[in-house]
């Protein structure tokens, strides 16, 4: 059964940094996406970065080109996102997903609809 569990998420002052895991249990799949979305209260998912097992390649959304890092252990089957110059509107539940679809070759790689698998979610506040 294939499964997600996200941690490293916490308190932080704006500037700081976290570095969130996204472990993988239970992947056979040769060719999957795992991306990064976020959650702000009363606002939908928001896709913020994406990697893709079958090349590698990495996708980011604009707000965080710069801050945000996504990579990948595959020793330990999990994937990082590094949080830098955190900023009080990265505040939200973040959750990683799998997908076996398009988002693999970077198309709607930041589209909810296109990971069928979810993490629980782990809560980053940034506030002073």
């Known amino acids: 059964q294939l499964q997600l569990v996200e941690s490293g998420g916490g308190l932080v002052q704006p500037g700081g940094s976290l570095r969130l895991s996204c472990a993988l249990a239970?992947?056979?799949?040769?060719?999957?996406?795992i991306g990064w979305f976020r959650q702000a209260p009363g606002e939908d998912r928001k896709g913020l970065s994406t990697?893709?097992?079958?090349?590698?390649?990495?996708y980011y959304t604009d707000s965080v080109k710069g801050r945000f890092t996504i990579s990948r252990d595959n020793a330990k089957n999990t994937v990082y996102l590094q949080m830098n110059s955190l900023k009080p509107e990265d505040t939200g539940v973040y959750f990683c997903?799998?997908?076996?679809?398009?988002?693999?070759?970077?198309?709607?790689?930041?589209?909810?609809?296109?990971?069928?698998?979810w993490g629980q979610g782990t809560q980053v506040t940034v506030s002073a």
């Open positions: 990697i893709s097992s079958r090349d590698g390649a990495t």
């Open positions: 997903a799998a997908s076996s679809g398009t988002p693999v070759y970077g198309l709607g790689w930041g589209e909810p609809l296109e990971f069928e698998t």
């Open positions: 239970g992947f056979t799949r040769d060719n999957y996406a």
